[in-house]
C-alpha cells in the first residue's frame, strides 16, 4: 500500500491523477474508484458493521423488512440487487459500501463537514481492475464478455440472495457495482458500490492483504479550506450532489459558516 501526504492542492492533484495515462488508450483514464472521509482515522467498515458487533444474523432481516414496509413503487422491478441498491442509497445498514469514479465528489466528503478541519482528511483509491483480477473465474468472466471494469446489476441477476454470492468462493472477495440511476443523486454522484462476499469481512481487514490494490492519500488539515474553496468554484457542492431543498439549505448553509464556525452536515448526507 502507497500512502501519501499532501500539504499543496498542486500535491493533491497529482496524486489523485497519478496512473491515470492509459498508452493502450492514450487518454487519461484512470483505473480507480474513489472514496474521501473527513478524519484520516476512519475505517473502511460498512454501516451494517457499524450497526452491530454481530451483524450476520441481522443483515437478512433488514433487507426483508424494508422490502415488506416500502412502497412498491420506490423500486421499478422485483430484483434483488436493485432492492439492495435502492436499500443502501436510502440509508439502510447494508454490507455495501458508498465510492464513486469522481476524484472531485471524493474530496466533497472530506471537506464537506467543517467540523471536521482540526483532523487530516483521506482519500482512498482502490483500483478496481486489479481487485477484479482476484474475483472467482466465474465472476470474471462475466466481466470479460461484457469487455467491462466494473459490474451492474444486470450482470449479477442470477445471483438471487446475499447467501448465494458468498457461496461463489470459498475466501471473502470483494468487487464493484455501478447502481442503476435511480434519482440524480446517484448520477451526480458518479456513483458506485462495492461488496465483499461476507458481511463481517470490513474493506479495511481485506485490503490489508492485497496492498498492491489501493493506495492512500492523507489530505492535511491546513489544506481543507483551501480544497473546499476551490470545489465550490467547480460547482462540486451540496446544490449539485444532493439535488432538492435539502442540498439547497446545506450548500447555503456552509456558504456563510465562518472558518472557526462548529456547524456540521447530517450524517445520512455523508457517504455510507
Known sequence: MKQTRVTTWSQLMDCL?????????????PPFAFRGLPDASYTLNTSLMRLSDNCAPIEGHLL??????????????????????????????TRLMDWTFSPYVALHFVTASTQRYDRDGVVWCLDYKKMHQQLPDALRGLLEKEGADVFTIDMLSHIHSLREFDDQAEHP?????????IDDRIVNQYALFSVISSPTVGMNSWLEERPDVYRQI??????KWEIRDKLDQANINERVLFPGLDGLSLWLRRQYVQPSSDSDIPSNLLMN
Not at 218 to 223: R, T, V
Open 173 to 181: 472477495f470483494a468487487l464493484l457495482i455501478e447502481p442503476p440511476s
Open 218 to 223: 492523507i489530505i492535511a488539515k491546513e489544506l
Open 64 to 93: 426483508r423488512n424494508f422490502k415488506k414496509y416500502a412502497l412498491r413503487n420506490v423500486v421499478e422491478r422485483d430484483s434483488f440487487w436493485y432492492w439492495l441498491s435502492v436499500a443502501q442509497h436510502h440509508g439502510l445498514p
Open 17 to 29: 491523477y497519478e496512473e491515470a495515462w492509459m498508452p493502450a488508450l492514450q487518454r487519461f483514464r
